[in-house]
């Protein structure tokens, strides 16, 4: 009894391994058979990845240009140069104890002057008027980092009433209009991109749908043979579904082929425009690697699946 059980199960088994071998030769004969309407199907699967990852891209460096706006924001209080330090500490201790202040940096008149002439080094014009000036005409500042990007509105009024008798100027260095132009843009392009994105899934839908209508019509008699010979509902459809699994996973593969090379590229136009902050996409693309490209594939799976499901019922009347 014991020896008939091992005998059954390893029947089964070979049954089950022999009819995913015919389940995988079968889609693979559909696919070259038709191989014009494979390639079709693939591009456009092709082009609605490239515009899903162009979005990302879109929205990576919209980030990291709004972070680098956000770095660049001050906040600068210029104190009258007969002060003594001591004050100027008090008046620093004061703003950093502020839940709106990140930090404030103290910078003392001969920093002032050194700084101005690193900046101007290649240019003699100005260091000689400064050098037949004969003293120093650059006041002390102290520099203040907003906290908090969105309450810096807030900070900016507060410093705007503050009352103290050795300020001699502020300079409010308010980059709000850029961020709103930067978020406007973002939002268009996302706006754009989504309406793009979503023409590419109904057109794949219709595209991996025909091709599988397809492919029916063209093993309509090996379809009809196995209605006669007893085959299983779920027999008929897989070929079909592994066609359509073998479209999503041959689209993935080549957006991965395509697509770094085309970050590798871009990469050095993105260092030039951000010069002095680190923005590699190729690094987030690598990261983030299983997350993009493994929900991608399973997005463009279920979409191809559901498409031929759909198809294998409706024409193959199974």
Do not use: C
């Amino acid at each position: 009894m014991a020896r008939l059980l091992v005998i059954r199960k390893k029947a089964v088994i070979y049954y089950n391994m022999s009819s995913l071998y015919r389940i995988i030769k079968f889609s693979f004969q559909d696919i070259t058979r038709n191989i014009w309407l494979t390639i079709v199907t693939i591009t456009i699967l092709l082009l609605a990845l490239f515009s899903i990852n162009m979005l990302v891209t879109v929205r990576v460096i919209s980030d990291n240009a709004v972070a680098a706006v956000k770095e660049k924001i001050d906040i600068s209080l210029y104190i009258k140069p007969d002060t003594l330090e001591e004050e100027i500490i008090i008046l620093k201790n004061q703003l950093a104890s502020s839940d709106k202040v990140k930090s404030v940096v103290y910078v003392s008149q001969q920093e002032a002057l050194g700084l101005f002439r690193e900046k101007y080094k290649n240019n003699q014009a100005v260091l000689s008027a400064l050098k037949e000036l004969g003293r120093n005409p650059l006041s002390p500042s102290l520099t203040i980092i907003p906290n908090n990007f969105e309450e810096a509105g807030l900070l900016i009024a507060e410093l705007r009433a503050l009352d103290n008798r050795i300020i001699e100027s502020r300079d409010f260095s308010d980059n709000t209009v850029i961020l709103e132009k930067i978020n406007s843009v973002t939002k268009r392009i996302n706006e754009i991109g989504l309406f793009i994105i979503s023409i590419f899934i109904l057109t794949s839908l219709l595209v991996v749908y025909n091709a599988i209508r397809v492919s029916i019509y063209t093993h309509r008699q090996e379809i009809e043979i196995m209605r006669l010979v007893g085959a299983s509902s779920s027999f008929i459809y897989m070929p079909f579904v592994f066609s359509a699994f073998i479209y999503a996973l041959l689209s993935i593969l080549l957006i991965i082929t395509i697509f770094y090379p085309f970050l590798t590229l871009l990469q050095p136009y993105l260092e030039v425009f951000f010069m002095g902050y680190s923005v590699n996409l190729l690094s987030y693309f690598v990261d983030n690697f299983l997350l993009i490209f493994g929900l991608q594939f399973l997005i463009v799976s279920l979409i191809n699946m559901v498409a031929s499901l759909f198809a294998v019922k409706k024409y193959a009347k199974v």
